[in-house]
């Protein structure tokens, strides 16, 4: 098959951000868009002659399209084979247990996440490395290099392949094997948690069990381990199809987007548990019958009651958290007398640390959970482990959630989110807070006073490579912080987050705080939030978006 080398010209806007490049569709679709980004993943890393790649996304749309085109750009890059999901369609941390698996080089990620799909919606792209985890700063750094140089790139011509069909198949020299996408992960979560139990609890009359796939990637997934192998009684998921578009929806599990399972959640009759997972399989979010688990309370939960997992049994070496995520999990770590590492925001930030053998749980305040059983976080490994704990010890999510605070303290968090405000304002608002980290020191606002204003940077402990600008964080003598940073992965103007903590140790207090929303009980910092930043005057907003 003939080799075509396609002179181009280089986008600028190639830069991955937070976990790959995430732009509109119709950003994608734009002549030698992708052909560039792939070219670029490809002279990034050097020689990818005789290399196995992972490939597979979410389904959203254009992830089929995309796919042929990788696919031809890869045949003529001396790719030797491709692991591709049947229909496309791999989870996020079924690619990366499929890259340590099966000993690949790497792995192609297509998924935009928690971001809406189809035609006016978002699309992206990212590069795992075989650790199975994201490619970390210095080879994106290098991608987008690339991408800013770039005068031509590789591709073969031929007709679209059949991917719906398990099997073998070649293009050109380069080999694909379509593989089931679901078998190997579901045997994995096997091997971990105790299906015995969890088969039992979940089919007593006691228990009722709802899982919201949100009409994206997890639905097949969960099918296989929910309703056939745990045997839970169907109709367990929801929304389980995947769909293009995600039936309309926004496949972010969060209180907001997850409008369905939120309502079962809190009717009358709501079921005990519930569960939902994002767009690519990664996220979770954790509920009880009306009541909300934070993902920041939910990763301290996990750390606290790790032996009673088959496949944790020896307990936790060590456990990570994004800067911004609440300190809930460094307490537990403190009784366990094991290390907590601090890291910026992204996953790609514990991937070190999990192949030093330094963690084997992390997390994030953003529904990100998982352990060194790979290299991203893990949606319904998340809720396989909450299914465990609350099989062995029986209880209402609540009581083990109210237990947890009484035993460790309670960290109250919420996030804030300003959506799609533009970039400038949101680059001046950042601006002005690192310009007056330093002057905040000392300043009292009614019983809060500030200890210290900084910009996070993080020095990694393993390969020693130094990320800045990571967050302005402000910390009080009364332990509350709040945070600010810019997300890294909109595809509009810029979002600004705003994290919002009150550490609370007296038990008496605590009790108090069981009847009472993170936003009354935060009222007065947040009001301190967006004054200190000067968002209203700043951005123009008087309220924010989205509140987690
Ligand atoms: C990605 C990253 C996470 C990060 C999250 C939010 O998650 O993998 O590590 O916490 O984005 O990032 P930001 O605050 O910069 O928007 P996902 O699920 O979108 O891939």
Redesign the pocket.
């Known amino acids: 098959m003939r080799i075509h080398t396609i002179s181009t010209s280089p986008f600028t806007d190639q830069k991955p ?4 490049l ?1 732009k509109k569709v119709t950003v994608f679709k734009q002549e030698n868009y992708l052909e560039n980004f792939v070219q670029s993943i490809f002279n990034a890393l050097d020689n990818t002659k005789g290399m196995t790649l992972v490939l597979g996304g979410d389904g959203r749309y254009y992830n089929r399209e995309a796919i042929h085109i990788i696919l031809r750009v890869a045949a003529a890059n001396g790719v030797a084979k491709i692991l591709l999901g049947c229909n496309g369609i791999l989870s ?1 941390p079924a690619v990366s247990n499929i890259i340590r698996q099966y000993k690949a080089n790497g792995g192609i990620i297509l ?5 809406p799909g189809g035609p006016d919606e978002d699309f992206g792209i ?1 590069y795992n490395i075989d650790n199975g985890g ?1 490619a970390p700063e210095k080879i994106t750094e290098s991608i987008y290099q690339q991408s800013l140089h770039i005068s031509d790139y590789k591709i073969i011509d031929a007709n679209a392949i059949d991917m719906d069909h398990i099997g073998e198949l070649t293009l050109g020299e380069m080999k694909i094997h379509i593989i089931d996408s679901v078998a190997d992960y579901a045997d994995l979560m096997e091997k971990l948690f105790d299906f015995e139990l969890i088969r039992d609890y979940v089919q007593s009359a006691e228990f009722k069990f709802c899982f919201d796939a949100m009409h994206a990637v997890t639905g097949p997934y969960a099918i296989e381990i929910f309703e056939k192998r745990l045997q839970a009684p169907a109709g367990t998921v929801i929304h389980e199809v995947p769909m293009a578009d995600f039936g309309g929806g926004h496949p972010d599990p969060n209180l907001v987007h997850a409008k369905k399972l939120v309502k079962k959640m809190y009717a009358a009759d709501a079921p005990n548990f519930g569960a939902a997972s ?3 399989g ?2 979770n979010m954790i509920l009880g019958r009306h009541f909300y688990v934070t993902p920041s309370d939910s990763l301290a939960i996990l750390a606290a009651n790790t032996t009673l997992i088959p496949g944790y049994a020896e307990g936790l070496c060590g456990v990570a958290r ?1 800067m ?1 995520t609440s300190q809930a999990v460094d307490r537990v770590a403190k009784v366990l007398g094991i290390p907590c590492y601090e890291t910026p ?5 514990f991937g070190n640390l999990l192949d030093a053998g330094k963690i084997s749980l992390c997390g ?5 959970t998982g352990s060194n059983h790979v290299r ?2 893990d949606g319904l490994w998340a809720v396989l482990f909450w299914l465990n704990i609350l099989a062995v010890k029986q209880q209402p999510v609540v009581k083990l959630v109210h237990d947890h605070w009484l035993q460790y303290g309670r960290n109250i968090y919420t996030r804030h989110d300003y959506e799609a405000i533009s970039s400038k304002k949101a680059d001046a608002l950042i601006r002005h807070l690192r310009d007056h980290a330093e002057s905040l020191k000392g300043k009292k606002y009614g019983s809060y006073e500030i200890s210290l204003c900084d910009d996070f940077s993080y020095i990694d402990p393993v390969d020693g490579s130094e990320s800045q600008h990571q967050g302005i964080r402000i910390f009080f003598t009364n332990g509350a912080r709040i945070i600010y ?6 595809t509009q103007g810029a ?1 600004l ?1 705003v994290y919002i903590e009150q550490t609370e140790t007296d038990t008496k207090k605590i009790r108090l705080s069981f009847k009472r929303t993170p936003q009354e009980l935060l009222a007065g910092l947040i009001e301190l939030s967006t004054s200190l930043a000067d968002i209203k005057h700043l951005t123009g907003r008087t309220k924010p978006d989205v509140i987690t």
């Open positions: 951000g937070t976990s790959g995430r996020t998924s935009a996440s928690h971001n990212k994201p994002d767009g690519d990664d996220r994004s911004p925001t992204g996953w790609k930030f994030e305040e953003s529904f990100g991203e976080k940073r810019l997300s890294g992965t909109g979002t987050r």
